[in-house]
């Protein structure tokens, strides 16, 4: 297996993160390794127990991104690090127990088959979302809807964060020229991708009753129709 990094952005995880990185270290895969993201929104003990688990093992590094301006920005800054550690295959997931461990080998196999992306998807067949309210699935699906009717996309799910990543993809692109800073990222990535070899495979979401402030859906409206002008200055000349 080529070297595979995992940019997982955290905070406040500690009833989770230990449990999350003990998962994925015990996957039968010896080139695999973990970047948790952290910066100074974090106030419990997330960066303490991923500090303990880098001690023990080579396989994780603690990432504190000091210039942070949200989560965005430190999935963005995890791609930068793993692109400059080598990484061959870069996978995106989230690390407060959203995504699971045990799914992992679906993108890893993927991307060995020679895919450019592989989406995770709640909305295809195998796939589900659950602890989520009504709400946010009909976001995430309305989402989608919209999204492929403005962008000419055909997912099946656009909003999703759990997706892996050959490494040119990413050499690729200008990582600090994305408009988005919030629930907008995944879509955007999704459309500046959508010509590559790409594929979806099935997640099962395990999501939280968290609130979506309402100028949050109002500025992922006003990027998704900012999009085809902006893609230019994503792609590196």
Avoid at 86 to 98: K, N, Q, R, Y
Wanted: glycine content about 8%; overall charge neutral; charged content about 25%.
């Amino acid at each position: 297996m080529k070297k595979t990094i995992i940019v997982m952005p955290v905070a406040n995880e500690e009833s989770t993160m230990g449990q999350i990185l003990d998962e994925i270290l015990a996957l039968p895969y010896d080139n695999l390794y973990i970047y948790p993201v952290i910066d100074s929104y974090s106030k419990d003990r997330t960066e303490e127990i991923i500090r303990e688990r880098e001690k023990v093992s080579d396989k994780v590094r603690c990432i504190f991104h000091k210039e942070s301006k949200g989560v965005i920005t430190c999935y963005l800054e995890g791609f930068r690090q793993a692109l400059l550690d080598g990484a061959e295959w870069i996978i995106e997931m989230d690390g407060g127990g959203s995504h699971l461990p045990s799914e992992l080998y679906q993108f890893i196999q993927r991307l060995e088959e020679g895919y450019d992306c592989v989406w995770g998807s709640r909305f295809i067949q195998g796939g589900s979302m659950r602890e989520q309210p009504l709400y946010r699935r009909v976001l995430s699906q309305g989402g989608t809807y919209l999204s492929n009717l403005v962008l000419g996309t055909k997912l099946k799910d656009m909003t999703s964060g759990f997706e892996g990543f050959q490494r040119q993809i990413l050499e690729k692109m200008n990582l600090d020229a994305f408009l988005s800073r919030g629930h907008m990222y995944q879509t955007e990535m999704r459309y500046y991708c959508r010509g590559f070899h790409t594929v979806e495979v099935p997640i099962h979401y395990v999501g939280s009753a968290s609130s979506l402030k309402g100028s949050s859906v109002l500025e992922a409206l006003k990027i998704l129709f900012m999009l085809r002008r902006h893609e230019p200055f994503v792609w590196k000349k």
